[in-house]
């Protein structure tokens, strides 16, 4: 099955920005629906950030007008553009195939300091 490798995470002050990125591997990423989710400490996994094969994007609440989520299949290549970080964004971040329960990879740790 299609694996993922994120990178891009670190630490950041608030208000600060990152841009993740996951590769994926295999040659059908053109056509999977990709989402981001993230994992803090204590809590489960939850739902980031989707985009399509056509490129219409969808958004958590919480990340919405903060967060963009772009595609290049040229790249195999998905990424999360993260601006006005908050420390309650601090978690790791997935990526996977939107919808997806299986298969994800090692994820790539952001910190927000406060």
């Known amino acids: 099955q299609v694996q993922f490798v994120e990178s891009g995470g670190g630490l950041v002050e608030t208000g600060g920005s990152l841009r993740l990125s996951c590769i994926a591997s295999?040659?059908?990423?053109?056509?999977?629906?990709m989402g981001w989710y993230r994992q803090a400490p204590g809590n489960q996994r939850e739902w980031v950030a989707a985009?399509?094969?056509?490129?219409?994007?969808t958004y958590a609440g919480s990340v919405k007008g903060r967060f963009t989520i772009s595609r290049d299949n040229a790249k195999n290549t998905v990424y999360l553009q993260m601006r006005s970080l908050k420390p309650e964004d601090t978690a790791v971040y997935y990526c996977?195939?939107?919808?997806?329960?299986?298969?994800w990879g090692q994820g790539t740790q952001v910190t927000v300091s406060s």
């Open positions: 996977n195939i939107n919808g997806r329960t299986t298969g």
């Open positions: 295999g040659s059908r990423f053109s056509v999977y629906p």
């Open positions: 985009i399509t094969s056509a490129e219409a994007t």
